[in-house]
């Protein structure tokens, strides 16, 4: 298959799919809250964040049957899942959001598998990014697009019941899309196949702590950015325009990227030990001098840390496309997003336990998990060193 072909596929379908997911995501809080059903919200929030312990078997499963039929198969029962959203009975909600959880891991993993199909690196490395800026894209534009029309819609609550019906309508669209796209691809499939044990070489070890450490950061600092505002004195709505801000940030970095692929792919581990550090020195800065950085310092500094988490991510996933095997791609895949949720959800209890003592805390941890995670950076380069070194 030609390249651009490829490309423009993988790109068509990827923007339906994360549409309806990020749409999904933002819109359905709301939902919930217009209904008075936030304690069912909580509790399929929670249930659908557990589902994502067992990606490591979605992995194996996905490993065995080829990313082309979990792919298929996941994406029909995530749009399902979707429709059932409107549902806020307590005990139908945590049930169906489990099943999104499970359908959107296996969907997620497969679409991994994807992007590694291709044997060409670079193209390889290209898709990874075009992900990275489609998710971001997606989300900044649900977010705008409900901001609007909340603003001059008078029924919430039929509005918000429409865009969940929409988001679930544009993943049943993409399902629609890789149908008829999907015999352009072709694996060679063997019954009853076996799948070998993971391989926990050095290299993989390191990535487990990667994803443990880079996950424990994440979920201390993310659910609270809008607040860290509201506690520096701003409104909800200044708050939530600031936070629009970062989110745009993040799509202008991943484009920058994916112009720059050649340089950022050059020498990737180097460049991630790089922003490790200089990540570091801004969570450091911030705890000591909070009290005393103007909105402006503090606004420039969640901006680089956005250039730095976007560009990190992207780095990370594109070392993991050349040094996990292709065999065990999925298996291993989820292995690493189970533990990243795993250190997702410390973060998180570690900051829920601190934030209403000392917010300030929660940036003076995250230092240190950020630390630990350069410290395996470094491991790993020799690790990655010593890998070619024996071929």
Not at 222 to 244: C, H, V
Request: charged content about 10%.
């Amino acid at each position: 298959m030609q390249e651009k072909v490829y490309t423009k596929q993988f790109i068509m379908f990827s923007t339906l799919y994360y549409l309806g997911i990020n749409l999904s995501i933002f819109i359905m809080p709301l939902y919930f809250n217009e209904n008075n059903a936030v304690k069912s919200y909580g509790l399929a929030y929670a249930s659908m964040s557990f589902s994502g312990i067992f990606a490591i078997f979605l992995g194996r499963i996905v490993d065995k049957f080829n990313w082309i039929t979990t792919l298929s198969f996941s994406i029909i029962l995530y749009a399902l899942a979707l429709f059932g959203r409107v549902i806020t009975n307590e005990y139908l909600a945590v049930l169906i959001a489990f099943i999104a959880g499970l359908s959107a891991s296996t969907g997620v993993l497969s679409l991994k598998n994807w992007m590694a199909y291709s044997t060409q690196t670079h193209l390889t490395n290209r898709l990874v990014l075009y992900r990275s800026l489609i998710f971001h894209s997606t989300s900044l534009f649900s977010i705008v697009l409900v901001l609007i029309l909340a603003y001059i819609t008078p029924n919430k609550n039929h509005l918000y019941w429409s865009l969940l019906v929409m988001s679930a309508s544009m993943v049943f669209i993409s399902w629609l899309f890789f149908l008829k796209i999907r015999p352009n691809y072709h694996i060679d499939t063997h019954e009853n196949k076996k799948l070998s044990k993971i391989k926990f070489n050095p290299i993989v070890i390191l990535f487990c702590l990667n994803m443990i450490f880079s996950g424990c950061y994440s979920g201390l600092i993310k659910p609270y950015l809008i607040l860290l505002f509201i506690k520096k004195g701003f409104s909800d709505e200044y708050s939530i325009f600031i936070n629009l801000m970062v989110v745009f940030s993040q799509v202008i970095f991943t484009s920058i990227v994916i112009k720059k692929l050649n340089f950022f792919s050059k020498s990737p581990i180097k460049l991630l030990i790089t922003l490790e550090i200089i990540l570091l020195c801004s969570y450091l800065f911030i705890y000591f001098e909070y009290s005393e950085m103007s909105i402006f310092v503090l606004l420039f500094i969640f901006i680089l840390r956005t250039f730095l988490l976007s560009t990190s991510t992207c780095t990370e996933e594109i070392i993991h496309m050349q040094y996990i095997s292709k065999e065990q791609f999925a298996s291993v895949f989820g292995l690493l997003l189970t533990l990243y949720l795993i250190g997702d959800s410390l973060g998180a209890f570690i900051s829920s336990l601190v934030f209403n003592y000392n917010y300030l805390y929660m940036f003076l941890i995250s230092a240190g998990f950020i630390l630990l995670n350069l410290i395996a950076y470094i491991l790993l380069s020799f690790a990655v060193k010593k890998h070619h070194q024996l071929q």
